[in-house]
DNA sequence: ATATTTTATGCAAACGATTGTACAAACCTT
DNA sequence: AAGGTTTGTACAATCGTTTGCATAAAATAT
């Protein structure tokens, strides 16, 4: 690999005249800066990013932290991240915990150093106090789709009030006895859903039902095992909330197991619209989060901070999703 | 940020017993490490990888690119590659090129040079000219899922032979018109499953018809609207084999939106097996992938020639694809 | 023509680590 | 007790860049 000196021994100059014709930082006369121009063609030269951030404390590189890469939602707003990182000239690392908090402050450590100007999170927890560090450090920090109070910028949706339209519109359609599959409870976003949910029954009169509440806890379970047991046991619902897509798509595959119908006997809401939903069958009904964009405004707002921007006090930006109505719910008399 | 020379203050030693009490190469006296470390400790120093990189030309660090992280397979891939790597002290950098050939050449170009010790390719084309070069530059290359040739090293299904038996499998279960729904036929994977079919027809003595093979390749297209098409047109199969699980999910919507059955009027065959496979209505039969295995493989085949394993020929292994049985099949009397 | 400013370039130090060489102190040997 | 080992440490060079400072050459002003 031809280093910095090859190149300006070719040209004939020196390795500060070669840095500067490359920069343009200062001026470099013409000719001079040809026959450089040059020899870097010739040897096919390629400025060693290592020593430059080395010397510049800088590497144009962010970090983006996802949960769990096979859940849908993270590729699409890595996909966001990424695109605008680009315009930017950045690089992006996408690093995958698996929802290890271990793994995660293993990660973080590795290119905390001045591997990477800025971290974006899409791990956060109430607990993650590795996050809360970093950012007092004075390192460049965002959150997106998971947040941590008002502490640490973030870009999210409006979770508590996406779930209470969600819920409503199901009241609205007629349903009574609507079943909720959550996620993890210790996640600010599952705690706000499901607060949705409640206040959307209370504000219609109708009671929080225990054993129409269903918890899913693990990483990859859907929910398919808790409707069908609760199926089972001839608990029966009218619909289901579904706090995500993949457990919507488990609901349904349950619900059917069952002998049912959706959305003839039971309706089925889900939340995310990942890329398929709109194909399952019944095509289904979602809270759309815009999860492209979320991902590029993260960005957007980290390499600002990278590039110094006096950030105050740190912002948390609340994104519009919308829930979009296709065949899974079914409008139902009394 | 502590340096090695705080670290060296504090500890009352040179910046060089620092470094030999941590990489433990050379004996240090156990009294004079212990002040090492309780300094090491109390600075909460961390070895700047940049410098020790630039040192030692070595990162411990490999690039995956991949060409579209919404399509899962890539996940699935990245997942394994990330546990092996972990495992073996590297980190990787996930980068996805959304099968624009030059973002990937971008990336690569800023990658290359000591950023990263080997790249993982899942994006191999025969025209990847960029990944030949590398390879033949002597940095060390894997392919995985798709490859290009014996002339680098790769980690791939018997695309042909998976095909074949899949399509066997639809005739043994008494389906004349199979459909196939195919990807980008620029791809050797592609190509491969296009032949397993036409040879497994043949070997049937079934003919290949014009008007039942489609192609869809735009990147996020599943083949609804190809198949929507050819069914208005009323050309109808008894068996749709996609060549993807995307397409397959495409296909079932496309062909139940005609006011058809799956399996009922129309089997449908997949090939990938992701997560949510098992779940769609019905439950589909498809080619299982072992993608997270041969994201591990590629990922130990990669570190083996970092760390100089004389590799000798390039070989491409082959890993076992199966055909699942579930409910997308129907077998048909004539 | 000489003095002054401008412009273009080279030299050398620095970034933060690793490592070969050298040397001092402590230990053995006889 | 003198010579030979061993052991532990410090010094300095090195990796490939960038950049402040110095200087030579060219351009401008007097």
């Not at 006997?265 to 289904?284: C, E, M, N, Q, T």
Request: glycine letters at 8%; aromatic letters at 6%.
């Amino acid at each position: 690999m031809a280093t910095i000196k090859d190149v300006a021994k070719r040209a004939g100059v020196s390795p500060s005249t070669v840095s500067r014709a490359l920069s343009g930082k200062v001026p470099v006369d013409k000719e001079t800066r040809e026959r450089v121009m040059e020899a870097v063609r010739a040897l096919n030269y390629k400025p060693n990013i290592l020593a430059k951030g080395l010397k510049e404390g800088r590497t144009n590189t962010v970090g983006l932290i996802v949960p769990n890469i096979c859940n849908p939602v993270f590729p699409a707003v890595a996909r966001g991240v990424e695109d605008v990182a680009r315009e930017h000239g950045f690089t992006v690392i996408l690093c995958n915990t698996d929802e290890n908090i271990e793994a995660e402050k293993d990660y973080v450590e590795k290119l905390q150093k001045r591997w990477v100007d800025g971290f974006i999170f899409a791990t956060a927890r109430e607990e993650s106090q590795h996050i809360f560090e970093l950012k007092e450090k004075g390192f460049p920090v965002v959150l997106v789709v998971r947040h941590m109070g008002q502490a640490v910028d973030a870009v999210v949706i409006d979770n508590y009030k996406s779930s209470f339209e969600a819920v409503k519109y199901l009241i609205n359609t007629g349903h009574r006895r609507i079943c909720i599959i959550n996620g993890d409870t210790s996640l600010t976003l599952y705690k706000e859903r499901f607060e949705g949910y409640r206040h959307a029954l209370q504000a219609a009169g109708l009671p929080v039902v225990p054993e129409l509440v269903l918890d899913v806890a693990g990483r990859d379970d859907n929910g398919y095992g808790a409707v069908t047991a609760m199926l089972k046991k001839g608990i029966l619902p009218d619909a289901v909330f579904a706090t995500s897509d993949p457990r919507a798509i488990g609901a349904i595959r349950a619900i059917k197991d069952c002998g049912l119908s959706v959305p003839g006997d039971v309706s089925v809401v889900g939340f995310d619209d990942l890329d398929i939903s709109a194909f399952l069958d019944p095509p289904l009904t979602t809270v759309s989060q815009p999860l492209y964009e979320m991902g590029a405004r993260a960005a957007r707002r980290l390499i600002d901070m990278i590039n110094g921007e006096k950030s105050g006090q740190p912002k948390v930006e609340l994104v519009e999703a919308n829930l979009v109505i296709r065949k899974s719910v079914k409008v139902r008399e009394h």
